[in-house]
């Protein structure tokens, strides 16, 4: 490769770290070789200086100079297997709004927006069952955790991919998140400044606060509470780090209902007859497209979320 490259971090791509990213790209880019680079700021992510360990984020547009005898390897093309017919249906059914170029589904809780180890059943596999009359697959932009129901927006072609892609790292997506938590916030509504960072090990991905670790911003209100108890909040995300809410809620002492990675037995409520499944539901996502039309899109919640208002007999004050 002889000139300077400016290349797209692809939503299959979210969270590697630099290095490991370079590996995948330019295997034959040898790590001393990617330090030294790395030092003398000839590589750049955002137009920013990097490291190593830098986490990769969607649609960052990462600076590669010219490699030398270092040539790009495509990424490899992974073979989908056929999409079960009662997914196809199940998928299609989800789907809360369609147009040319851009999809959204209310994704079910307990389903997986892209594999890992062990996890061969999740949506990445199954997108062809949302392709309907179109050429192209449709693309994840995106994700939502395993266990979080609600809106997910996948772009319908490589154009309209970029665009949403582009539009989650300006922020310009204005999200909203309903949660049942153990407790009641106070004050009643405010902002979580509370950066964070991932712990290391291998009992699974978790999250920290982390005095040193990345931005994360969150804004909440309650909408109703049942006493001392419980209560249903409004959560709106100003970044996109992983497990932010879960952490978030759990940081004010009210961890989400169902959430025992960030709550252990705090999260529950003992005694009470409640679904012991997350709490956490994509309400909404609002944005403004490139032809200067705002899209707003709303998930109803999912039945044990449902069932566990009932039963606490909340009801919002004012749905957003």
């Known amino acids: 490769m002889t000139g300077v490259?400016?290349?797209?971090?692809?939503?299959?791509?979210?969270?590697?770290?630099?290095?490991?990213?370079f590996k995948r790209r330019f295997p034959e880019l040898g790590h001393g070789r990617l330090e030294k680079l790395l030092r003398t700021g000839q590589i750049r992510v955002e137009g920013r200086r990097a490291r190593s360990n830098t986490r990769l984020e969607p649609g960052q547009r990462v600076r590669v100079p010219p490699l030398g005898d270092a040539k790009a390897t495509p990424l490899p093309a992974r073979p989908r297997p056929a999409v079960a017919e009662r997914d196809v249906r199940a998928l299609q059914a989800?789907?809360?709004?369609?147009?040319?170029?851009?999809?959204?589904?209310?994704?079910?809780?307990?389903?997986?927006?892209?594999?890992?180890?062990?996890?061969?059943?999740?949506?990445?596999?199954?997108?062809?069952?949302?392709?309907?009359?179109?050429?192209?697959?449709p693309r994840l932009v995106h994700r939502l955790d395993r266990d979080t129901s609600g809106v997910l927006l996948l772009g319908r072609n490589a154009r309209a991919a970029a665009e949403l892609a582009e539009a989650f790292r300006r922020k310009d997506c204005r999200k909203v998140y309903w949660a049942v938590v153990?407790?009641?916030?106070?004050?009643?509504?405010?902002?979580?400044?509370?950066?964070?960072?991932?712990?290391?090990?291998?009992?699974?991905?978790?999250?920290?606060?982390d005095e040193e670790g990345k931005a994360a911003v969150t804004e909440y209100r309650v909408l109703d509470h049942a006493g001392k108890q419980a209560a249903w909040l409004e959560l709106r995300p100003l970044t996109g780090r992983t497990h932010q809410l879960r952490a978030h809620c759990a940081a004010l002492g009210t961890p989400i209902l169902g959430d025992r990675k960030y709550g252990g037995l705090a999260a529950t409520l003992p005694g009470a007859d409640i679904p012991r499944r997350l709490h956490l539901h994509a309400r909404s996502i609002a944005l403004t497209r490139s032809n200067g039309q705002t899209l707003r899109i709303t998930a109803p919640p999912p039945p044990h979320l449902t069932a566990t208002l009932d039963f606490l007999g909340l009801a919002s004050n004012g749905d957003q």
């Open 5 to 21: 490259q400016t290349i797209a971090v692809t939503p299959d791509e979210a969270d590697l770290r630099l290095d490991r990213w």
């Open 94 to 137: 989800a789907v809360l709004y369609r147009d040319a170029d851009v999809l959204a589904i209310d994704k079910p809780a307990g389903l997986a927006v892209q594999g890992g180890t062990g996890l061969d059943r999740h949506l990445d596999a199954m997108l062809d069952a949302l392709r309907f009359e179109a050429v192209e697959r």
């Open 182 to 209: 153990a407790g009641v916030p106070k004050p009643a509504s405010g902002r979580i400044d509370l950066a964070l960072s991932k712990l290391p090990g291998r009992a699974g991905e978790r999250m920290a606060p």
